[in-house]
């Protein structure tokens, strides 16, 4: 598993972040130049491919991930979701830029059952000089089905 940011001091500095565009900072956290945020670690998930507009991520959802009837509770497929969204809508932030959600969607399909490895898809739609949107999926690994779907929009800043 690449490296995950442990303190503050972990993280990329502003001026880190500045200095390249978006797509090449998502694809050095990546290869694990830089360390991945510390919800990977809490969510249980890694980034596993990058490229313009479309990212991937694999993880698992585990008993700490339920709600009070021992279901994946909402909130887990909502910050996957959040995750590969903003990530997809990162490679297509321009060098001195950086982003923001101003919204995001979740349906729910049906019921993540805990343990199950899953893949999430997001697709760049659309990235402006001062918003861009993306949509994306959860699906199963090995079954392929639909667990989640999402869309967001996010404010691009310099």
């Known amino acids: 598993m690449p490296p995950i940011a442990r303190t503050?001091?972990?993280?990329p500095s502003r001026e880190t972040l500045l200095s390249m565009s978006g797509?090449?900072?998502?694809?050095?956290?990546?290869a694990g130049e830089l360390p991945h945020p510390t919800?990977?670690?809490l969510?249980?998930?890694r980034i596993t491919h990058v490229e313009q507009g479309r990212v991937l991520l694999r993880g698992t959802a585990g008993f700490q991930h339920t709600n009070p009837f021992g279901g994946v509770h909402g909130g887990w497929y909502g910050t996957v979701l959040d995750t590969v969204l903003g990530c997809a809508v990162m490679t297509g932030v321009p060098k001195g830029r950086w982003y923001t959600t101003l919204?995001?969607?979740?349906n729910i399909t049906r019921a993540l059952p805990v343990g199950m490895e899953v893949e999430a898809e997001a697709l760049l739609d659309h990235a402006g000089r001062s918003?861009?949107?993306s949509h994306g999926t959860i699906?199963?690994?090995e079954d392929?089905?639909?667990?989640?779907?999402?869309?967001?929009?996010?404010?691009i800043m310099a």
């Open 131 to 133: 918003t861009a949107v």
């Open 43 to 45: 969510t249980g998930y």
């Open 139 to 141: 699906r199963g690994v």
């Open 23 to 30: 797509l090449d900072f998502m694809q050095k956290m990546l």
């Open 103 to 106: 919204e995001y969607k979740v």
């Open 39 to 41: 919800i990977a670690a």
């Open 8 to 11: 503050a001091a972990d993280l």
């Open 144 to 155: 392929g089905r639909v667990y989640a779907t999402g869309s967001t929009t996010c404010i």
